[in-house]
Nanobody, 123 residues
Framework: QVQLVESGGGLVQAGGSLRVSCAAS????????MAWFRQAPGQEREFVAG????????FYADSVKGRFTIAKNNAKNTVYLEMNSLEPEDTAVYYC????????????????WGQGTQVTVSS
């Protein structure tokens, strides 16, 4: 079992930046791909960004390419999502997910999920 805890969400003005983090604990000795998803009110959850187990490959949704950066620190069992040039449309609950031996791709199988952290971008 792996437990994921997100942090770093909050309120930011449009054009601003925010970094959210996800700390993993439990059975972290395995190699995990990690990803961030988000869900806005009344909308389906969508893939935002993913990274493979060693950080060598990343995936991004078209809507965040060039603005968001995902990074992984295996020594700290933590994955980060740096969000720049935030837009009101980025407002959502952001969830961290883990996939054993995965690639971090949008259609990967993510077995573990965090509780989410709220990101609100004001116009």
């Amino acid at each position: 079992q792996v437990q994921l805890v997100e942090s770093g969400g909050g309120l930011v003005q449009a054009g601003g930046s925010l970094r959210v983090s996800c700390a993993a604990s439990g059975r972290t000795s395995r190699s995990y791909a990690m990803a961030w998803f988000r869900q806005a009110p009344g909308q389906e959850r969508e893939f935002v960004a993913g990274i493979n187990w060693n950080g060598g490959k990343t995936f991004y949704a078209d809507s965040v390419k060039g603005r968001f950066t995902i990074a992984k620190n295996n020594a700290k069992n933590t994955v980060y999502l740096e969000m720049n040039s935030l837009e009101p449309e980025d407002t959502a609950v952001y969830y961290c997910a883990a996939a054993p031996y995965g690639l971090g791709s949008p259609n990967g199988r993510y077995d573990y999920w965090g509780q989410g952290t709220q990101v609100t971008v004001s116009s």
